[in-house]
């Protein structure tokens, strides 16, 4: 267990909806970041937050969107949605932005968009 | 642009076997390398972190090494168990401690 926390677990939605998922980081922990992981492939880097202020994109459109609370809790934030957008989405904390800090993943949450 | 490939995508041994897990990245300018486990339909789990400075990590049956010169990190697994089967991530971390990942070797460990 790292201490890292998601929900919901699992989510289905229909296509043009919008969804939101939460992420609850590590004790003492100011980054957190997504990511996105499609059936049989490595997660994808979605967006970084570093003490509520977006620090690093990946190649995702602006529809999707974070927000980062003072207590360093997440949320992803997703318009329009897409079938491809069906995937496992990873919050991940850690202490700092720097590549020394190792990255902590939650259990994810699955969403399906039908 | 950091490229990360995972070979082979999917390995099947008998229990008890010792086995490798390649991966190569294309970008030596790697600042630190991850390997990760990930249970079906579950999250990732840190096995190993190698720090850019060292060339190998160790934990229980398991050993990582990193060669940043030839761009290939490797996870050797000893005396392989069926509680072993799992997907096996690696990962490389850029300047902003962002994850690059590969796409995976599944391994599936028989009695």
């Known amino acids: 267990e790292t201490g890292v926390t998601q929900s919901p677990t699992h989510l289905i939605k229909t296509r043009g909806q919008q969804v939101t998922l939460r992420c609850s980081s590590q004790?003492?922990?100011?980054?957190v970041s997504w990511y996105q992981q499609a059936l049989g492939q490595g997660p994808q880097f979605i967006f970084q937050?570093?003490?509520?202020?977006?620090?690093g994109r990946g190649n995702f459109p602006p529809r999707f969107s974070g927000l980062q609370f003072p207590n360093y809790s997440s949320e992803l934030n997703v318009n329009a949605l897409e079938l491809d957008d069906s995937a496992l989405y990873l919050c991940?904390?850690?202490?700092?932005?720097?590549?020394?800090?190792?990255?902590?993943f939650g259990p994810g949450t699955r969403l399906t968009v039908l | 642009k950091q490229e990360v490939t995972q070979i082979p995508a999917a390995l099947s041994v008998p229990e008890g076997e010792n086995l490798v897990l390649n991966c190569s990245f294309t970008?030596?300018?790697?600042?630190?390398l991850q390997w990760f486990r990930q249970d079906p339909g579950k999250g990732l789990t840190s096995l190993l972190l190698?720090?850019?400075?060292?060339r190998e990590q160790t934990s229980g049956r398991l050993n990582a090494s990193l060669d940043k010169s030839s761009g290939r990190s490797t996870l050797y697994i000893a005396a392989s168990q069926p509680g072993d089967s799992a997907t096996y991530l690696c990962?490389?971390?850029?300047?902003?401690?962002?994850?690059?990942f590969g796409q995976g070797t599944e391994l599936s460990v028989k009695p």
């Open positions: 004790s003492g922990h100011n980054t």
């Open positions: 970008d030596s300018a790697i600042y630190n």
């Open positions: 937050y570093y003490r509520e202020e977006e620090n």
């Open positions: 990962a490389a971390y850029n300047q902003g401690g962002k994850l690059i």
């Open positions: 991940a904390s850690r202490g700092g932005t720097g590549s020394e800090y190792t990255q902590y």
């Open positions: 190698i720090q850019s400075s060292q």
